[in-house]
């Protein structure tokens, strides 16, 4: 607070003082400046205001949070629908505005993307990372054709230039690697074996981005195909340095971060995943999977620490994402495009389970697993949205029709994926009556 405020506000209180002489003179003698005029708040004073509205709305924002955790236990889903709901409801065009932690939320939502991931990567070695990427090739183009294709041609019959169906392409591509991350924990399945092929398609469609996100926005600027290159080829050799280095000093990094304090670790591990995804980003590589890389590089008692340390920060910075996503659609703009992202969603929401079932066969996992894989990639996210930002000003109709495709299968992945087991059950129960029958 102002010293020359608390000089007056001192001495209007103290009974038969001159206080407007004695306040100028002291404050005039220590060099401070005029105090604000009677009636007007003082810099400090809105400064507390706003710290106190931000601290209430925060709060009343992460108490709603929890219990909309705690009907999702009750019911037994993933919270993650729930969230995206209550973004709608406070976010743009919504029944309540937030006005002051708006941006505190950005924040955090970007720091729950780099946990999840960073979390996921905790799961996997290198190696086997390393060795998922040479035999997931033929996944990862499957993938394309199947995801990308859709959006892509639907772009072209709707009448859109080759850019923005090339961007409706994109958002139908890419699932949403944090929400699958949440999901896949909040149903312990991270150990599953169809796991590995999931993850090596997630990290397969981030890389990817590190090729697409610079092309269209090579495209979109109309700049020279040179220009592009060279974009492209800085993301690409960030992205095989950081693997290489993750590879091969993954032992150094882990004892250096090593220590009998847990303060120590915690702040060691939680400052080199924000340090990698900033470096990451700048270098126009997804900040998720600098943090992911990180994960990965870390190992034996210092891994299991970071995530006992880290899973409570993952869960509270995850649900602002997921939080934070639903507060950028605007509910107005849903309607009418629900028809088209209604049909989208449900042609791509069957490319992914096909490519995910494709995939986990080659792997030679059962049925079970092959459903498991296909339904956990359903779900579409954080890229979808930034790509569809990307391309508002080059296709008008793109961002209420991306908004709409995400809010569905952001809500209808996360049930499918729970809902697997009792799918495969019906499916089998089916195939047995139709073998009964035939045999009969």
């Not at 993750?246 to 591990?269: I, N, P, Y």
């Not at 389970?353 to 059962?366: D, F, M, S």
């Not at 790509?387 to 008008?396: H, R, T, V, Y």
Request: some cysteine.
């Amino acid at each position: 607070m102002p010293l020359r405020f608390i000089i007056d506000e001192t001495l209007n209180n103290a009974p038969n003082v001159p206080t407007e002489s004695v306040a100028d003179k002291v404050a005039d003698a220590v060099g401070v400046p005029a105090a604000p005029a009677s009636g007007a708040p003082s810099e400090a004073a809105e400064t507390l205001a706003h710290t106190a509205e931000l601290f209430v709305e925060l709060g009343i924002v992460i108490i709603a949070l929890a219990f909309l955790a705690r009907l999702a236990s009750r019911i037994g889903l993933t919270p993650i629908p729930l969230y995206l709901v209550a973004g709608l409801f406070l976010g743009v065009g919504g029944l309540v505005k937030l006005p002051v932690s708006e941006g505190f939320l950005e924040t955090g939502a970007e720091i729950g993307v780099i946990l999840l991931l960073f979390m996921l990567g905790l799961e996997y070695t290198g190696e086997e990372l390393s060795n998922g990427l040479k035999r997931g090739a033929r996944g990862g183009l499957l993938d394309v054709v199947l995801n990308l294709g859709p959006g892509f041609a639907l772009g072209l019959l709707l009448g859109w230039s080759f850019v923005g169906a090339l961007l409706l392409g994109g958002v139908t591509y890419i699932s949403s690697s944090s929400i699958i991350a949440k999901v896949l924990g909040d149903l312990n399945r991270i150990g599953n074996r169809e796991t590995p092929p999931v993850l090596t398609l997630l990290v397969l469609e981030d890389l990817a981005m590190a090729i697409y996100l610079p092309l269209v926005a090579v495209l979109l600027l109309g700049q020279g195909f040179a220009r592009g290159s060279i974009s492209i080829g800085i993301a690409l050799i960030t992205v095989t340095v950081v693997l290489g280095l993750a590879l091969k000093f993954g032992d150094r990094l882990s004892k250096f971060v090593s220590h009998a304090s847990d303060e120590v670790v915690l702040l060691s591990v939680f400052g080199l995943i924000l340090v990698v995804a900033g470096v990451s980003q700048m270098l126009q590589v997804s900040a998720g999977v600098g943090a992911f890389l990180v994960g990965l590089a870390l190992s034996g008692s210092v891994a299991e620490k970071a995530r006992e340390l880290l899973s409570p920060l993952r869960d509270l910075f995850a649900a602002t994402f997921f939080l934070f996503v639903g507060l950028q659609i605007d509910p107005s703009t849903l309607p009418p495009a629900l028809p088209i992202a209604i049909g989208l969603a449900i042609v791509t929401a069957i490319t992914k389970i096909l490519t995910g079932w494709k995939v986990a066969k080659w792997e030679g996992i059962g049925q079970r697993g092959c459903l498991r894989a296909g339904l956990t990639l359903v779900s579409r996210g954080e890229f979808s949205i930034i790509i569809a930002g990307l391309g508002a000003s080059a296709e008008p109709q793109l961002a209420p029709i991306a908004a709409a495709y995400v809010l569905i299968l952001a809500i209808l992945g996360p049930v499918l994926t729970r809902l697997s087991e009792p799918i495969s059950d019906a499916l089998n129960k089916r195939d047995e009556a139709k073998q009964a029958k035939s045999s009969a």
